[in-house]
């Protein structure tokens, strides 16, 4: 029998170093077509982490809460400039309930693959149509499987490089299940963290129906935050889904 779902395990594990290991993401760009869709809204945040979105979109003067499983990454915010004015709910994402509708919620950085089932991603996006005002947003940001470097078994790859820091990630493919089983090598003069993380993938298309079980239609899709068409080539999408009406 598989273990229970643990919503709190990677942050735990990562919480103290995460802004570190988020440094090549591209937030100022992520902050900005966030901005632009909320439209002057309310925000939502699912997994709002240590607020790496959340602060830069308060302090734009948007309204920003979240909805976090890591009480460890929740107290990571709390200690930064602002932190403690974004209200935050500690608990699985696919199923805490915050107080109000919001323009738009937010699930970035292939968070949607933490959760370990069709059908935990399945309520995920029907908790955040159940967040929405009408005509309001819910933007996934997700890498696209790529199953051709598994051909031969388990992977191991080089994810950065720096006089810093060297990461590499060992993974593990379970494709009846559509899980990757992943950890993360991280080596610094500090020593070696180790960071498991699992993923339950899904291709585009299983995203888009997910959206239309919970009353949503796909209203763009691009390659990155920037706006870049999305291809045969793409490697993650944004992927922008609109609530067509009451959740």
């Not at 309520?123 to 309001?136: I, K, V």
């Not at 919970?214 to 763009?220: I, N, P, R, Y």
Request: hydrophobic share 45%.
């Amino acid at each position: 029998m598989a273990a229970a779902f643990d919503a709190s395990a990677y942050g735990r594990s990562i919480a103290d170093i995460y802004d570190a290991t988020a440094r090549d993401l591209p937030t100022e760009a992520t902050v900005e077509r966030l901005f632009r869709l909320a439209g002057g809204g309310p925000v939502l945040e699912f997994g709002i982490g240590t607020g790496r979105l959340a602060l830069p979109l308060a302090a734009r003067g948007l309204t920003v809460a979240g909805v976090d499983g890591s009480p460890e990454m929740v107290a990571e915010l709390r200690r930064k400039p602002g932190g403690d004015r974004i209200p935050v709910a500690v608990g699985d994402f696919s199923a805490t309930r915050v107080e109000g509708r919001f323009a738009l919620v937010v699930l970035t950085a292939n968070t949607i693959f933490a959760l370990p089932s069709q059908d935990a991603q399945v309520e995920c996006f029907r908790n955040a149509a159940g967040h929405l005002e009408p005509g309001g947003r819910f933007v996934v940001e997700a890498w696209v499987p790529d199953l051709s470097g598994f051909a031969r078994g388990p992977a191991l790859r080089l994810l950065s490089l720096s006089e810093e820091a060297v990461t590499a990630e060992a993974a593990r493919l379970a494709p009846a299940t559509q899980m990757m089983y992943t950890t993360r090598v991280r080596m610094t003069d500090e020593g070696l963290r180790l960071l498991p993380a699992n993923h339950r993938y899904a291709w585009p298309a299983e995203l888009d129906l997910m959206g239309r079980l919970a009353g949503m239609t796909l209203e763009s899709r691009w390659a990155d935050w920037e706006g870049a068409p999305f291809g045969d080539d793409s490697r993650a999408h944004v992927s922008v889904y609109r609530l067509t009406g009451e959740a």
